[in-house]
T-cell receptor, first 116, second 113 residues
Framework: DAGVIQSPRHEVTEMGQEVTLRCKPI?????LFWYRQTMMRGLELLIY????????DSGMPEDRFSAKMPNASFSTLKIQPSEPRDSAVYFC??????????????FGPGTRLTVL | SQELEQSPQSLIVQEGKNLTINCTSS?????LYWYKQKYGEGLIFLMM?????EEKSHEKITAKLDEKKQQSSLHITASQPSHAGIYLC?????????????FGKGTKLSVIP
């Protein structure tokens, strides 16, 4: 399996522009997570999906952020409009429930976003 | 204040030395994950602890969970350059399982040959 795939790996944009980050989870996994990592705040959970349905988006910082999962093999995280404080590494992770409360989350390589 | 504190923030050790990284939670620990991150890469799962007193080992890495102290420790024996990276702990503080983890800021480990 190719693992969790994220694109782009690096994104540099100007303040006010729309940014779309993409994620392809591991085939067969029914949970998908979006995280943001910064030096100041560390790794934070933004939102997670189960079977393509958003379950908890309480970590999404504000209305400028939105996430979708139109099918089991694709998810997007969109920031519109982007601001310099959104600069961070964004990770996507997926997991297979398997009837257990605790499962390993498989992380993608991340997208490094820089907003000028 | 941070809900999950890792100490030390960074660590430089000579190859072959042992070291310990700690992860302390301000809330009840129901489960604790340890991940390793290399620069420019995602997180690699190391191990997960669920029960108080549980101890797991993988190669030269051992992790323990002290439920009463709300703390976990990660111990590396005879460190190697391949152990270098950022170690993150992720905690389940709600009993919701691995679906709502809170992560520490990480411990950066450097191993000098």
């Amino acid at each position: 399996d190719a693992g969790v795939i994220q694109s782009p790996r690096h994104e540099v944009t100007e303040m006010g522009q729309e940014v779309t980050l993409r994620c392809k989870p591991i085939s067969g996994h029914d949970y998908l997570f979006w995280y943001r990592q910064t030096m100041m705040r560390g790794l934070e959970l933004l939102i997670y999906f189960n079977n393509n349905v958003p379950i908890d988006d309480s970590g999404m910082p504000e209305d400028r952020f939105s996430a979708k999962m139109p099918n089991a093999s694709f998810s997007t995280l969109k920031i519109q409009p982007s601001e310099p404080r959104d600069s961070a590494v964004y990770f996507c992770a997926s997991s297979d429930y398997r009837g257990q409360l605790y499962n390993e989350q498989f992380f993608g390589p991340g997208t490094r976003l820089t907003v000028l | 204040s941070q809900e999950l504190e890792q100490s030390p923030q960074s660590l430089i050790v000579q190859e072959g030395k042992n070291l310990t990284i700690n992860c302390t939670s301000s809330k009840t620990l129901y489960g604790l994950y340890w991940y390793k991150q290399k620069y420019g890469e995602g997180l690699i799962f190391l191990m997960m602890l669920q029960k108080g007193g549980e101890e797991k080992s993988h190669e030269k890495i051992t992790a323990k969970l002290d439920e009463k102290k709300q703390q976990s420790s990660l111990h590396i024996t005879a460190s190697q350059p391949s152990h270098a990276g950022i170690y993150l702990c992720g905690a389940d503080n709600t009993g919701a399982g691995s679906y709502q983890l809170t992560f520490g800021k990480g411990t950066k480990l450097s191993v000098i040959p």
